[in-house]
Nanobody, 125 residues
Framework: QAQLVESGGGLVQAGGSLNISCAASGLTFSEYAMAWFRRVPGKDREFVAA????????YYADSVKGRFTISRDNSRSTVHLQMNSLKPEDTAVYYCATPNRSYYIALTDPHYDYWGQGTQVTVAS
């Protein structure tokens, strides 16, 4: 069973940058897509970014396109989300996730089976 652990969240001023990471174990990491979602209290979980198993294809929500970059290091079983030009509306708990089947990617959360505990990102105005 896959286990995912996020790290790197925190408080940053608007316009600033933050890099969050997710360490995976219990799966052959290079065979699985990875994704980032976020949730604001009172709202549904929202797709942020996804990356295929090889890293060859990436996908972003329109709200973060051009500001966020998802990447992965298959040698270290980690996925990263570099967040630049942060806005107060980016404030949320960020979760990494992976599906329970290899070589499969989706952009909505019902397709993801394993989730990390989340890391808080707060952007002050």
């Amino acid at each position: 069973q896959a286990q995912l652990v996020e790290s790197g969240g925190g408080l940053v001023q608007a316009g600033g940058s933050l890099n969050i990471s997710c360490a995976a174990s219990g799966l052959t990491f290079s065979e699985y897509a990875m994704a980032w979602f976020r949730r604001v209290p009172g709202k549904d979980r929202e797709f942020v970014a996804a990356i295929t198993w090889s890293g060859g294809n990436v996908y972003y929500a329109d709200s973060v396109k051009g500001r966020f970059t998802i990447s992965r290091d298959n040698s270290r079983s980690t996925v990263h989300l570099q967040m630049n030009s942060l806005k107060p509306e980016d404030t949320a708990v960020y979760y990494c996730a992976t599906p329970n089947r290899s070589y499969y990617i989706a952009l909505t959360d019902p397709h993801y089976d394993y989730w990390g505990q989340g890391t808080q990102v707060t952007v002050a105005s």
